[in-house]
């Protein structure tokens, strides 16, 4: 009943990320689960979304998230906004590489601010710590470097 009914009408709210129950509708869905990547495709839609999956990883104390994304803009619009300690604690954001085997500049009013890393895309040389998965049959297993601030590279 409940998989049949209540579930599928959260998940139609979730296509709104404007809609009013979109954060309760998140913080459902991860539920307990010690890890959480946003954004197998997509990217954020601008400050208001960043503002939501932040009071999504408020309200998911026990999860960590990591979120790649190409919109340094709103990243900074961001930490204008809320402070240079803003990223919620257990919220790990990476400024995706635009082109393979170059490295992200990551903004200076981003540098050396908590929750804010990078990633990058090699085709040969490693530019940071080498992804594992492509040496484990494209599978993460234990892997959970995501979710460090370390620098990776894929
Ligand atoms: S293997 Fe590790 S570094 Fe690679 S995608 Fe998985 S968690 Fe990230």
Redesign the pocket.
């Known amino acids: 009943m409940y998989e049949n009914n209540i579930k599928p009408a959260q998940f139609s709210r979730l296509d709104s990320i404007t809609g009013e129950f979109w954060v309760s509708g998140m913080v459902s869905h991860i539920g307990k689960d010690p890890y959480f990547r946003w954004h197998d495709s997509g990217d954020l839609q601008g400050l208001y979304h960043l503002e939501k999956i932040a009071a999504v990883c408020h309200a998911t104390p026990d999860t960590m998230h990591w979120l790649p994304t190409r919109e340094y803009g709103v990243i900074k619009a961001f930490i204008a906004k809320h402070g240079k300690n803003s990223i919620p604690k257990n919220l790990i954001v990476r400024l995706s590489a635009m082109y393979p085997d170059k490295p992200v500049q990551i903004p200076a009013s981003l540098q050396n601010l908590p929750g804010i890393t990078a990633s990058n895309v090699h085709t040969k040389t490693p530019i940071g710590s080498p ?3 492509p040496s ?1 049959n494209g599978a ?1 297993l234990d ?4 979710w460090s601030d370390s620098v ?1 590279s ?1």
């Open positions: 992804c594992k998965a484990q993460c892997c959970r470097e995501c990776i894929y």
